[in-house]
């Protein structure tokens, strides 16, 4: 079981926010109804974080998420989070977890699988996408709140460096670790994934695509389970 006190740190995925993928789908209720606090952090280039436009500035994403981490009561470096991430998020907590083993303690990944391992297929880069996932991605990018040469930048910098990790890095995950994904994501299954992770399990939904994962309900009542945030009502 998770001490209260553990924070539950969500990243989400590219072209969108805290905002729009936990907050407003009601993550950050049900985990706080759940005795929890949840701790959201905006990635570089998106909601409320620094938007550079000069590609070479994101190869700091994963740092700067690190330093954003929450703090215990008193001020002093907290000994262990819950991390929930999705797609781009999802990536990044998982280089958090390579480079910090003893810091997470239970790991949500959602819309993420096979394109970790292979390189196929990553979040954030329109290339190579089938026209329908390039267009929804391109609406996203579109949204008011974007800054669309920012996240041009990123997707410069995601495609000029290797979004995959290798067996060696993924062997330095010691988070049990949840992998959920819809059978209609372009991301690829989830198997390939789970088998390089010390302790993973994976749960495929049907009829679900890359973008609606963060609003389906099996899905978060899974990741509320999973890290012992069930509400208690």
């Known amino acids: 079981m998770a001490n209260t006190s553990t924070p539950v740190v969500f990243l989400h ?3 969108t926010s805290t905002e729009r993928t936990w907050r407003e ?31 070479e500035a994101y190869s700091a994403l994963t740092d700067l998420v690190i330093d954003k981490l929450p703090l215990a009561a008193d001020g002093s470096a907290i000994r262990q989070i819950d991390v929930v991430g999705y797609s781009l998020g999802a990536r990044t907590a998982l280089d958090i ?16 699988g096979e394109n970790l391992v292979s390189g196929m297929g990553r979040p954030g880069s329109v290339d190579g996408h089938p026209d329908n996932v390039a267009y929804r991605f391109e609406g996203l990018i579109s949204s008011a709140d974007n ?5 041009a930048a990123l997707s410069t910098w995601m495609a000029e460096n290797t979004q995959s990790f290798t067996a060696e890095q993924l062997a330095e995950v010691k988070s049990r670790c949840l992998l959920v994904i819809g059978d209609e994501d372009f991301v690829g299954r989830p198997e390939p994934l789970a088998e390089l992770l ?10 679900v695509d890359h973008f609606s994962l963060p609003k389906q309900f099996p899905f978060i009542d899974a990741a509320l389970e999973f890290l012992d945030a069930v509400p208690q009502w």
């Open 13 to 15: 995925g590219f072209a």
């Open 25 to 55: 789908p009601g993550w950050f209720d049900l985990v706080t109804e759940g005795g929890r606090r949840p701790v959201g952090i905006d990635l570089l280039g998106h909601g409320t974080a620094r938007k550079p436009h000069e590609p």
């Open 97 to 112: 977890a390579i480079r910090h083993p003893d810091l997470i303690r239970r790991l949500v990944l959602g819309g993420v």
């Open 147 to 151: 800054d669309p040469e920012a996240l």
């Open 198 to 207: 010390a302790s993973a399990d994976t749960i495929v939904l049907p009829g």
